[in-house]
Structures are given as structure tokens and as C-alpha cells.
């Protein structure tokens, strides 16, 4: 098993900033994406950012809507991902999962964080 623990939600004003951050532990050997994922009330969860590691180096994705505002940070040596949130808008308002996916020895399992709300005022 993986343990996702996230930190930094809170509420902040419109284009204001704040940082998640998602810590791994537990049985992480496999783990090659990391990310954050969002889900607004009576929205589905959808992709924010994620970061995954290669052989050529990491490649990184992000949901259009966050593009330039939105910073994904992954350090492999301490397991952990961050999201930096910049310009935020009420449209981001959400609550945030940290996201694991591992492969390991042929078996693909996903792993979500408990979410962190997020609440940006207009």
C-alpha cells in the first residue's frame, strides 16, 4: 500500500496563491506519476497536473485552464509533489487530491490522497 498525505488547502482571495504538497510513504517502489487531481461540488474529479518520470526525464501535464498559473514541482529523492497556485479564480475552487499512480512488477495501482479544499473568494 501507498499513503498520500496532502497539506497547504485553505481559503484565499481571488488571484491570490497558495502551495499544496503531497508526501509518499508505504510501499512506494514503482510509483512513476505523481500529481494532483480536483473535484468542485457536482463536477466530476478531473486532472489538474501531474508529473511523470522517464528514462529521458520527467514530462509533465496540465489541464488547459491552469496553464500558467499552475506549477507542479516532484522531488524523487523525498517522495514528495507540490502544486504551486498562482492567479487563482473562484473557478478553481475544488477540493485537491494528491495522486500516485505504481507499476510494479506488472500490476498498475492507483493511490489518492483524503483532499485538501481548496476555496477561492471573489
Known amino acids: 500500500q501507498v499513503q498520500l498525505v496532502e497539506s497547504g488547502g485553505g481559503l484565499v482571495q481571488t488571484g491570490g496563491s497558495l502551495r499544496l504538497s503531497c508526501a509518499a510513504s508505504?510501499?512506494?517502489?514503482?510509483?512513476?506519476?505523481m500529481g494532483w487531481y480536483r473535484q468542485a461540488p457536482g463536477k466530476q474529479r478531473e486532472l489538474v497536473a501531474t508529473?511523470?518520470?522517464?528514462?529521458?526525464?520527467?514530462?509533465?501535464k496540465y489541464r488547459d485552464s491552469v496553464k500558467g498559473r499552475f506549477i507542479i514541482f516532484r522531488d524523487n529523492a523525498k517522495n514528495m509533489v507540490s502544486l504551486q497556485m498562482d492567479s487563482l479564480t473562484p473557478e478553481d475552487t475544488a477540493v485537491y487530491y494528491c495522486?500516485?499512480?505504481?507499476?510494479?512488477?506488472?500490476?498498475?495501482?492507483?493511490?489518492w490522497g483524503q483532499g485538501t479544499q481548496v476555496t477561492v473568494s471573489s
Open positions: 495522486y500516485a499512480h505504481r507499476l510494479r512488477f506488472g500490476v498498475a495501482t492507483d493511490y
Open positions: 508505504g510501499n512506494i517502489f514503482g510509483i512513476n506519476t
Open positions: 508529473s511523470t518520470s522517464g528514462a529521458s526525464g520527467g514530462i509533465t
